[in-house]
């Protein structure tokens, strides 16, 4: 089992900037690590992934623009998500997410959820 400690989300103003944090942790061994995003009323979606490896490979979703940055913080499996000129839309419970692996998995690779925090952008 994996589990996840959230952080970060709460109000801003439109054109402003917030900073999301997730740990996970577990017996499972963590191979990659993102965020998801769910709108309300929509459906959930992908924002941004990062490999947990030397490469840390990151993905992003078209409508970051470069707005957003996703890397990964000096603790054990922590990923950040920089999210600045936030707007309206951007709006949704920001969900942590790993696609993780084991003995447990058969060594099948397996999403693995947090909880999500909400980020409202509003003035």
């Known amino acids: 089992q994996v589990e996840f400690v959230e952080s970060g989300g709460g109000l801003v103003q439109p054109g402003g900037s917030l900073s999301l944090s997730c740990t996970a942790s577990?017996?499972?061994?963590?191979?990659?690590m993102g965020w998801y995003r769910q709108p309300p009323g929509k459906q959930r979606e992908l924002v941004a992934t990062i490999t947990i490896d030397d490469d840390s490979s990151t993905k992003y979703a078209d409508f970051v623009k470069g707005r957003f940055t996703i890397s990964r913080g000096a603790a054990k499996n922590t990923v950040l998500l920089r999210m600045n000129s936030l707007q309206s839309d951007d709006t949704a419970v920001y969900f942590c997410?790993?696609?993780?692996?084991?003995?447990?998995?058969?060594?099948?690779?397996?999403?693995?959820w947090g909880q999500g925090t909400l980020v409202t952008v509003s003035s």
């Open positions: 577990g017996s499972l061994y963590i191979y990659k």
């Open positions: 997410h790993a696609d993780v692996a084991g003995e447990s998995t058969g060594w099948i690779i397996v999403d693995a």
